[in-house]
């Protein structure tokens, strides 16, 4: 992988499972939105890298209801994860309809799927 993901780039690497992300070679900061600069220390010296698949649950959504596309997984929980290096993501995870069913903090893993988003499910045990 040569210079800067671009978005078909990305949404390949979703498909098999693997989140593409970037990272400032000053400060060290990652991020999965495109950047060209360092949000954090403004540095320009960008690389593409491939962040950790999986992560624990900060906080979520359950949507009952759903667009199209969504309509074979609901409910679902549109969550925010914390990937084991500390990038912060979104993506859901199907058939969750009710809190007890996903604690804060849960252990999930990101799966390879023709659907779209990045896609988790829980790790047991």
């Not at 060209?36 to 593409?48: Q, W």
């Not at 359950?62 to 084991?84: G, H, K, R, S, T």
Request: hydrophobic content about 35%; proline content about 7%.
């Amino acid at each position: 992988m040569e210079g800067l993901p671009t978005f078909k780039e990305i949404r390949e690497a979703v498909r098999e499972g693997k989140i593409i992300g970037f990272k400032c070679r000053k400060c060290g900061h990652k991020s999965v939105t495109p950047m060209v600069y360092c949000f954090k220390c403004g540095g320009k010296d960008i690389e593409r890298v491939e962040l950790p698949s999986t992560g624990k649950v900060l906080t979520y959504t359950i949507q009952m209801v759903a667009p199209e596309q969504f309509i074979n997984e609901v409910p679902y929980a549109w969550v925010i994860v914390e990937l084991d290096d500390g990038t912060r993501v979104s993506g859901w995870i199907p058939f969750i309809d009710k809190p007890k069913d996903l604690p804060i903090g849960q252990r999930v893993k990101m799966v390879k799927t023709y659907k779209p988003g990045i896609v988790f499910e829980k790790v047991t045990g």
